[in-house]
């Protein structure tokens, strides 16, 4: 049975499948070599000229092209099966993340409900109980606007809000409210640099991705998150550089990582939690800004680093930049 399966396996077939081709190929040339030979024999014993030569060669690079062809179609097929294959993986191991992250909150939901239904639960117990479903129900919509957003973002309906931002002062107070939001010490994000540039941005659009990456940060630390965030400018970027001191990645990794449903797995920290799409939404939404965001990591528990690129205002992309103020002018004016 094992060997039928390796007999069957696609790139098995796809091997024996070139190799009956080439060796087609290299019949076909001995023979027309061969009969090229013995059609010359023939043509300078007799006194009329009944072969063209250039008919056959002509014959011969017609057939040499639509072999190439079909050998080009064949790979093709094969690459994309493969392709599509992998999705399918990612997209199965998708489906059982969520169900994790869905199934989680609404067990704890249900205890507590339960918990207050059979017993006689003190009122300042239940108070603590009902914080507790309140922050397990926020998660449960967070899990959901964020898949619904991603299916929103590639379908282009996402109503951004573009204005004309001092960079600065937006990535201060991102910073400022992580603190809160992801219950981590004042001194776990460092900012390092003063950018006195004007960008176009919609703030909730960037928040999202700023919020994405201090999460990543916090996930695949073994120890207490330390993120160093440092900014820069050339004359037409604006560059943030998200540098954490967390588990790092592979060089393979790093070329998948941005992908949709695309998960990193450590040994160290095996039960991660999350869908795979926050940094697939990071990479969509600072390109849909005109934009770019790059990673790179010296290897396996040496960090990684986040690098975003964003056009200044007036002096990079102007084109596109004028363009994304129009669709925020004609929104204003459609709501008015």
Known sequence: MRKLKIIFHPIFVLVLAQIAWLSLLGLWIYWFISNNIVFEMLENRLPIKIFSQSANII??????????????????????????????????????????????????IQLYLE???????????????????????????????????????????????????????????????????????????????????????DRDALRIVFNNLIDNAIKYSTDQVQINIRMYSSPKKVYIEFCDTGIGMSKKAQKKVFRKFQRIYHKEIPNVKGTGLGLYWVKEIVRYHGGKVSVSSDGLNKGSKFKIELPIYRTSKKRYINHLLKIATKREKEDV
């Open 115 to 201: 918990t207050m239904k059979k017993r006689d639960v003190p009122r300042d117990k239940q108070i603590e109980f009902l914080d507790l479903m309140m922050r397990d129900a926020s998660r449960l919509k967070g899990l959901i606007n964020s898949i619904l957003d991603i299916s929103r973002l590639e379908q282009k309906k996402i109503a951004y809000d573009f204005r004309v931002y001092s960079i600065q002062p937006v990535i201060e107070s991102y910073i400022e409210d992580a603190f809160d939001q992801f219950k981590i010490p004042g001194n776990s994000i460092i900012l390092n640099g003063d950018v006195n540039r004007q960008c176009v941005l």
């Open 59 to 108: 014959t011969f690079v017609v057939g040499l092209v639509l072999l190439v062809a079909i050998l080009f179609g064949i790979y093709f097929i094969f690459i994309n099966h493969n392709k599509q294959k992998n999705l399918n993986k990612l997209y199965d191991n998708f489906i059982s993340n969520v169900t994790h992250e869905l199934k989680s909150p609404l067990a704890a």
